[in-house]
């Protein structure tokens, strides 16, 4: 192989296993959204990198291959832009560069690291979740002590017992799919020391697991580790002379996957969860055992079937949802009391068939099922048995994949897409080990550097971007800061009026650098503290074009009020009401507002 290309293999990988080992701790601790902002920009940084320097240093020539997977992903590519120009949607272009950028990752991962990297990344990610599982038992026996405010208060809401995931069913699912990789070098490798240092690993994973309390995970876990079985059984009669000996240890593997069940199933009171929801299912209350996501459900299978072919574009379920929610017979369902509104159906196979219709949904599932088909198709001819166990290995990820996507969105998380590219990336290099010796890395050349200016060019271009968001987001987490502060009733009305145009100032850098949604509504806020009621309003109707919620809205309702719109306010405050009947500021709100007309 050209030096060239053992480099940029090397750099790949190298990156790849930063990305892996840094993404679940990054964080803003001072930004308004603390966890997801922060992570998708690191994942696009990171992404556009490692897969800009294997463009580089290999030209397209080695990227693409064009099989069957191939140009179905292309395909599909194509189509998400098509739909996305089509339905027109404002916020669809972040969510395709997104998704081209995570496309790219995986074509460089599955061609730019070699097969014998793909487990040692697996032991990274598996090392960070251990360290993450750690912290979660920090924080389920006392206060978590990190993430402070500069007040001293820890911070709370979306730092969850998942520790600095951020989220706890993100957490479930990365603890899970890290525990289920790490049986292969637990049971495949022969170091003890690998296998001691792995076994310690897959311990941590399940106590992070057990602590997130996350069924869909769970379940997916518990299915996979059963279908390991007969994975490990398989692997033990290729692998041992003595057909005797290969049996009792079969037997003692299925003793072990029955205990570990049993105690993780018990300690985090799953098997209570799923008697209760067994409960639910004869006594016909499919809201319980759905863990209140079956309303949900139901109005995005309504969405879908008056937009069942194309759908309605990506990355607007969460605008649509609540316009169903609130202007049609849906509001009459009763759903689980939370704050804000749903940004997502918690099921991903509904959601891409809503955003992307049937169409998008069968190139979604083809993509997914191809991988696994291909690589268990070169796994029956091989005569390598650790070549057919990794092979297992990953398909069964894949399969803990498909059931957490029954109740979770894996796909639209930087983290989880991470986990889901590694998977997929690993099956697409298994399906092509023998092609290897023909695709050599392009000569250093010309055109190398040509590629390579152009890969500083874009890095460059994506990372101002990308510091630009982070800023916005630190800007507007203080502004928040400052705007709780504000609303003390213990302030005199000059101080009030300093915290609140200080706040302004920042909310307008911020918006300036970057236009995230939430910042209107924290604008809103400043000008409602300032007496600016009129531009308060309008910031409001702003935010509520973008992230509509009984919070927004009834903050729009006050400050139309405040001018005498009180028609419109009322229109306001029924409409957040139909979204969530218990919101109080919108009940109490709508009792003013009928008091005084009385």
Same mark, same amino acid.
């Given at each position: 192989?050209?030096?060239?290309?053992?480099?940029?293999?090397?750099?790949?990988?190298?990156?790849?296993?930063?990305?892996?080992?840094?993404?679940?701790?990054?964080?803003?601790?001072?930004?308004?959204?603390?966890?997801?902002?922060?992570?998708?920009?690191?994942?696009?940084?990171?992404?556009?990198?490692?897969?800009?320097?294997?463009?580089?240093?290999?030209?397209?020539?080695?990227?693409?291959?064009?099989?069957?997977?191939?140009?179905?992903?292309?395909?599909?590519?194509?189509?998400?832009?098509?739909?996305?120009?089509?339905?027109?949607?404002?916020?669809?272009?972040?969510?395709?560069?997104?998704?081209?950028?995570?496309?790219?990752?995986?074509?460089?991962?599955?061609?730019?690291?070699?097969?014998?990297?793909?487990?040692?990344?697996?032991?990274?990610?598996?090392?960070?979740?251990?360290?993450?599982?750690?912290?979660?038992?920090?924080? %389920?026996?006392?206060?978590?002590?990190?993430?402070?405010?500069?007040?001293?208060?820890?911070?709370?809401?979306?730092?969850?017992?998942?520790?600095?995931?951020?989220?706890?069913?993100?957490?479930? !699912?990365?603890?899970?799919?890290?525990?289920?990789?790490?049986?292969?070098?637990?049971?495949?490798?022969?170091?003890?020391?690998?296998?001691? !240092?792995?076994?310690?690993?897959?311990?941590?994973?399940?106590?992070?697991?057990?602590?997130?309390?996350?069924?869909?995970?769970?379940?997916?876990?518990?299915?996979? !580790?059963?279908?390991?079985?007969?994975?490990?059984?398989?692997?033990?009669?290729?692998?041992?002379?003595?057909?005797?000996?290969?049996?009792?240890?079969?037997?003692?593997?299925?003793?072990?996957?029955?205990?570990?069940?049993?105690?993780?199933?018990?300690?985090?009171?799953?098997?209570?969860?799923?008697?209760?929801?067994?409960?639910?299912?004869?006594?016909?209350?499919?809201?319980?055992?759905?863990?209140?996501? %079956?309303?949900?459900?139901?109005?995005?299978?309504?969405?879908?079937?008056? %937009?069942?072919?194309?759908?309605?574009?990506?990355?607007?379920?969460?605008?649509?949802? !609540?316009?169903?929610?609130?202007?049609?017979?849906?509001?009459?369902?009763?759903?689980?009391?939370?704050?804000?509104?749903?940004?997502?159906?918690?099921?991903?196979?509904?959601?891409?068939?809503?955003?992307?219709?049937?169409?998008?949904?069968?190139?979604?599932?083809?993509?997914?099922?191809?991988?696994?088909?291909?690589?268990?198709?070169?796994?029956?001819?091989?005569?390598?048995?650790?070549?057919?166990?990794?092979?297992?290995?990953?398909?069964?990820?894949?399969?803990?994949?498909?059931?957490?996507?029954?109740?979770?969105?894996?796909?639209?998380?930087?983290?989880?897409?991470?986990?889901?590219?590694?998977?997929?990336?690993?099956?697409?290099?298994?399906?092509?080990?023998?092609?290897?010796?023909?695709?050599?890395?392009?000569?250093?050349?010309?055109?190398?550097?040509?590629?390579?200016?152009?890969?500083?060019?874009?890095?460059?271009?994506?990372?101002?971007?990308?510091?630009?968001?982070?800023?916005?987001?630190?800007?507007?987490?203080?502004?928040?800061?400052?705007?709780?502060?504000?609303?003390?009733?213990?302030?005199?009305?000059?101080?009030?009026?300093?915290?609140?145009?200080?706040?302004?100032?920042?909310?307008?850098?911020?918006?300036?650098?970057?236009?995230? %949604?939430?910042?209107?509504?924290?604008?809103?806020?400043?000008?409602i503290l300032l007496g600016n009621h009129e531009e308060a309003a309008r910031q409001y109707e702003r935010a509520a074009r973008y992230i509509p919620s009984p919070e927004v809205l009834t903050n729009q309702a006050a400050a139309l009020l405040a001018i005498g719109q009180k028609e419109k306010a009322r229109r306001l405050l029924e409409t957040a009401l139909k979204y969530n009947p218990n919101y109080p500021n919108a009940s109490r709100a709508l009792e003013y507002l009928k008091?005084?007309?009385?």
């Amino acid at each position: 192989m050209h030096p060239t290309g053992i480099r940029a293999e090397t750099a790949v990988s190298l990156l790849v296993a930063l990305l892996l080992a840094a993404l679940p701790f990054v964080v803003s601790p001072g930004g308004l959204e603390k966890f997801r902002l922060p992570k998708d920009v690191v994942f696009g940084v990171s992404a556009t990198l490692i897969a800009g320097i294997f463009f580089g240093a290999n030209g397209v020539r080695r990227l693409w291959k064009w099989r069957s997977w191939e140009g179905l992903l292309l395909l599909a590519v194509g189509y998400l832009v098509a739909n996305s120009l089509w339905n027109r949607r404002g916020i669809s272009a972040w969510a395709v560069c997104w998704v081209v950028g995570g496309v790219l990752l995986l074509l460089a991962v599955s061609r730019g690291v070699p097969q014998a990297d793909h487990p040692r990344l697996w032991l990274v990610l598996g090392s960070a979740s251990a360290v993450n599982a750690f912290l979660a038992l920090l924080q %389920y026996y006392g206060r978590f002590p990190l993430l402070i405010r500069s007040s001293g208060e820890t911070l709370e809401g979306r730092l969850t017992p998942a520790g600095l995931i951020g989220d706890v069913n993100t957490g479930g !699912f990365v603890f899970g799919l890290a525990a289920l990789m790490l049986l292969y070098p637990l049971a495949a490798q022969k170091k003890p020391g690998l296998r001691i !240092f792995a076994g310690g690993l897959l311990a941590l994973n399940l106590v992070g697991l057990i602590i997130t309390q996350t069924l869909s995970a769970m379940l997916g876990f518990g299915v996979a !580790f059963v279908l390991w079985l007969g994975l490990h059984g398989w692997w033990l009669v290729h692998t041992h002379k003595n057909p005797r000996k290969a049996y009792g240890l079969t037997a003692a593997a299925m003793g072990s996957v029955v205990l570990v069940l049993l105690v993780v199933f018990l300690v985090s009171g799953t098997g209570e969860r799923i008697t209760g929801a067994w409960s639910a299912i004869r006594a016909g209350d499919p809201t319980e055992w759905t863990a209140g996501r %079956y309303p949900v459900y139901l109005i995005t299978w309504r969405m879908i079937r008056d %937009y069942p072919v194309l759908g309605r574009g990506l990355g607007s379920f969460g605008v649509d949802f !609540f316009r169903y929610r609130t202007e049609t017979d849906l509001s009459r369902l009763t759903m689980i009391d939370q704050p804000g509104a749903f940004r997502e159906a918690h099921n991903d196979y509904l959601q891409v068939w809503e955003e992307l219709g049937l169409v998008g949904l069968a190139l979604f599932l083809g993509l997914l099922v191809i991988p696994c088909v291909e690589a268990l198709r070169k796994a029956r001819v091989s005569k390598d048995p650790k070549s057919v166990y990794r092979t297992g290995m990953l398909v069964l990820g894949m399969v803990f994949t498909a059931i957490a996507c029954l109740a979770f969105f894996p796909f639209r998380l930087s983290l989880t897409a991470l986990c889901v590219v590694l998977l997929l990336a690993g099956l697409r290099s298994i399906a092509h080990q023998p092609d290897e010796k023909t695709h050599q890395p392009l000569p250093a050349s010309q055109s190398w550097r040509w590629r390579a200016v152009l890969l500083g060019v874009v890095t460059v271009i994506v990372l101002y971007y990308g510091v630009q968001h982070l800023r916005a987001n630190s800007e507007m987490g203080l502004a928040a800061e400052i705007l709780e502060r504000g609303y003390s009733p213990s302030l005199s009305p000059r101080a009030k009026r300093i915290y609140a145009e200080t706040a302004l100032v920042r909310l307008r850098r911020a918006e300036a650098m970057s236009p995230i %949604y939430e910042n209107y509504n924290l604008q809103g806020s400043a000008n409602i503290l300032l007496g600016n009621h009129e531009e308060a309003a309008r910031q409001y109707e702003r935010a509520a074009r973008y992230i509509p919620s009984p919070e927004v809205l009834t903050n729009q309702a006050a400050a139309l009020l405040a001018i005498g719109q009180k028609e419109k306010a009322r229109r306001l405050l029924e409409t957040a009401l139909k979204y969530n009947p218990n919101y109080p500021n919108a009940s109490r709100a709508l009792e003013y507002l009928k008091s005084s007309q009385n």
